[in-house]
């Protein structure tokens, strides 16, 4: 009888101790993903003035030589920020940026990041038309996509540029180019359509519906 009854209490301990363990991951995973995020961050901003300032800084801590280098590159961005509202500055960036175009590996790779993060620091709204629904990867199965424009076809018949993000990073995907009738278009802004790509889907609204183009879309190009 002693028995039985210590073996639903055991179990039940054994639940408790569970329950409450997988509650304290939930709670810190997420704290130690963004700690590292953050690590990763300022490493990176402070990578190239950290060497610098080590020679001049002696016997101080780590981290004060890390602040100090992110204060400085924060400064050092802020200045580049202000030479760039003037004329001679924006001239002296553009004179820059033709050098490096001119390199052969460098080319590539800057051009290429500096469309990146041209096309996610503009509006949202500017980047893309509109949030739309597309048989993607096979047909049955739908994908969302954001139309950036629209191209014409050797018939002069209507074509959509549709980018469809990847999870959880909308920085990359795959470009479709899609006749009209394949395309969905919905009544999800592109703020919404951002966080569905971004949460892997989490943070959706409940109920969409399918609308026509908007107007003046198809004259976009």
Not at 36 to 54: G, Y
Not at 93 to 100: A, K, P, S
């Amino acid at each position: 009888m002693t028995h039985e009854m210590k073996e639903p209490s055991s179990l039940g301990f054994g639940k408790h101790v569970r329950t409450r363990f997988v509650s304290g991951l939930l709670v810190l995973i997420p704290l130690a993903i963004t700690l590292f995020v953050l690590n990763l961050f300022f490493s990176f901003l402070t990578a190239f003035v950290r060497p610098l300032l080590r020679p001049w800084t002696g016997n101080v801590p780590e981290y004060v030589v890390m602040l100090l280098a992110l204060a400085i590159t924060l400064a050092l961005v802020y200045t580049v920020g202000v030479v760039t509202t003037y004329f001679a500055g924006r001239r002296m960036i553009h004179f820059g940026e033709q050098l490096l175009l001119k390199l052969p590996i460098v080319r590539s790779v800057y051009a290429a990041s500096k469309q990146v993060v041209e096309t996610f620091s503009t509006s949202t709204k500017a980047a893309f038309q509109a949030v739309v629904f597309v048989d993607f990867p096979r047909r049955g199965s739908l994908a969302i996509g954001f139309v950036t424009g629209i191209i014409r076809n050797p018939d002069d018949k209507v074509m959509y540029r549709v980018f469809v993000a990847t999870t959880p990073n909308p920085t990359s995907g795959f470009l479709l180019i899609l006749p009209e009738e394949e395309v969905y278009f919905t009544n999800i802004s592109v703020e919404e359509g951002v966080k569905m790509i971004v949460s892997g889907g989490m943070l959706a609204p409940e109920r969409y519906q399918i609308e026509v183009a908007p107007l003046g879309l198809a004259t976009k190009c």
